[in-house]
Antibody, heavy 121, light 107 residues
Framework: QVQLVESGGGMVQPGRSLRLSCAASGFTFSDYGIHWVRQAPGKGLEWVAVIWYDGSTKYYADSVKGRFTISRDNPKNMLYLQMNSLRAEDTAVYFC??????????????WGQGTLVTVSS | DIQMTQSPSSVSASVGDRVTITCRASQGIISWLAWYQQRPGTAPKLLIYGASSLQSGVPSRFSGSGSGTDFTLTISGLQPEDFATYYCQQANIFPYTFGQGTKLEIK
């Protein structure tokens, strides 16, 4: 079955960096676009970034553009989110989520359990 | 960016009731809209995509409608497991955006 498992979260000081990982299994990873979505404590969902199935195209939320970089390693079935210049407002649970259909980008039908990132001094 | 506004922000209802949640986009998104359910401490679950298509495995008491800027999610015959928070999401233009959420509580 489809599984997405995030890791790499933790507590980090403002201005520092952190890299999140998402390990995928149970499907042909290289056929699907993958997103990062975050949720601040007690708040709603915020879409963060997406990467095309082949890594050719990436889009970011304005709030993270220039600071975060999404990437993937298809042979390893891994997705990454490099987060630089972290701010307190980046504190959230970060989910990776798979697109519903191969070779398309729109809805998220499988999600990981999330990893918590806390930015605090 | 496209702003998604849900109403109400919260609603109380009883088991067996019919509930309707509304989502309005700040500009037309055709039918590029999805609905998600999120229970506390868990990841969101896709319910409806393309404004009105039911995701596989989702009970038929959930239905979606609308196009352009105005959309609705209807739950007919509320079950205890339906009490959760619901989000709409537009997939017409990047950056994708979610509504602020509607919390469905037990009356």
């Amino acid at each position: 079955q489809v599984q997405l498992v995030e890791s790499g979260g933790g507590m980090v000081q403002p201005g520092r960096s952190l890299r999140l990982s998402c390990a995928a299994s149970g499907f042909t990873f290289s056929d699907y676009g993958i997103h990062w979505v975050r949720q601040a404590p007690g708040k709603g969902l915020e879409w963060v970034a997406v990467i095309w199935y082949d890594g050719s195209t990436k889009y970011y939320a304005d709030s993270v553009k220039g600071r975060f970089t999404i990437s993937r390693d298809n042979p390893k079935n891994m997705l990454y989110l490099q987060m630089n210049s972290l701010r307190a407002e980046d504190t959230a649970v970060y989910f990776c989520a798979r697109d519903r259909l191969a070779f398309s980008i729109n809805w998220f039908d499988h999600w990981g359990q999330g990893t918590l990132v806390t930015v605090s001094s | 960016d496209i702003q998604m506004t849900q109403s109400p922000s919260s609603v109380s209802a009883s088991v067996g009731d019919r509930v309707t949640i509304t989502c309005r986009a700040s500009q037309g998104i055709i039918s590029w809209l999805a609905w998600y359910q999120q229970r506390p401490g868990t990841a969101p679950k896709l319910l409806i995509y393309g404004a009105s298509s039911l995701q596989s495995g989702v009970p038929s008491r959930f239905s979606g409608s609308g196009s352009g800027t105005d959309f609705t999610l209807t739950i007919s015959g509320l079950q205890p497991e339906d009490f959760a928070t619901y989000y709409c999401q537009q997939a017409n233009i990047f950056p994708y955006t979610f509504g602020q959420g509607t919390k469905l509580e037990i009356k």
